[in-house]
């Protein structure tokens, strides 16, 4: 089955202590990206990748970090994290082409206290 | 600067009556637009897009868009709501310039079916 899978589902963890969120597709996928979702905010970019080893900045990257080493992965890793990051977060994938679809995860939610 | 507005945060309909879920965009050039779907729990589900071509667009569950140029809008559509369609819809909008353009979306809209 098509899909993309993101782990875990809950984190509760407290400020300061490093996680990742890991991100896997099996559809051969050469974009992959990471938004958060936040209420009345809908979903803000963090990351983006283009292929392996090309990642860049979306619009709220600050606290984040990513690497694309392989094309299936797309960690999301939070060095140091602080309450204000406790939010919603997906990983979503999709073909190079500006019209295909993304294909989302089914989210992480993420508390930090 | 691109964006992406939803004015409504929430949608109250009527099961068997038809529903809207309205949908601005402003952006420079010809946009690919986008409608998703997130049910409870779940990450957000494609329901259709508009690239070219006809401006009345079909999709999955029985939805439907209207992309209109001059009014720069996407509104989703369906002639008879289900009870099973109350989930949060997000517009988003993308450039067609190039791979690496940025996808945005609108804040969502809450869509409620009352038997």
């Known amino acids: 089955e098509a899909q993309v899978t993101q782990n875990p589902r809950y984190l509760i963890t407290v400020t300061g202590k490093k996680l990742t969120v890991t991100c896997s597709q099996n559809?051969?996928?050469?974009?992959m990206s990471w938004y958060r979702q936040d209420p009345g905010l809908g979903l803000r970019q963090i990351y983006y990748s283009m292929n392996v080893e090309a990642t860049d900045k979306g619009d709220v990257p600050e606290g984040y970090k990513v690497s694309r080493k392989e094309k299936r992965n797309f960690p999301l890793i939070l060095e140091s994290p602080s309450p204000n990051q406790t939010s919603l977060y997906f990983c979503a994938s999709s073909f190079s082409q500006p019209n295909s679809p993304l294909h989302f995860g089914n989210g992480t939610r993420l508390t930090v206290t | 600067a691109q964006s992406v507005a939803q004015p409504e945060d929430q949608v109250n309909v009527a099961e068997g009556n038809p529903l809207t879920v309205k949908c601005t965009y402003s952006?420079?050039?010809?946009?690919?637009l986008f409608w998703y779907v997130q049910y409870p729990n779940r990450g957000l589900q494609f329901l259709l897009k508009y690239i070219t071509g006809d401006n009345l667009v079909k999709g999955s569950y029985g939805f439907e868009a209207e992309f209109n140029k001059s009014q720069t809008s996407f509104h989703l559509k369906k002639p008879s709501a289900l009870v099973s369609d109350s989930a949060l819809y997000f517009c988003a909008v993308r450039e067609t310039y190039s791979s690496a353009s940025k996808i945005i979306f609108g804040s969502g809209t809450r869509l409620s079916i009352r038997p």
């Open positions: 952006v420079s050039g010809n946009p690919y």
């Open positions: 559809m051969n996928h050469e974009y």
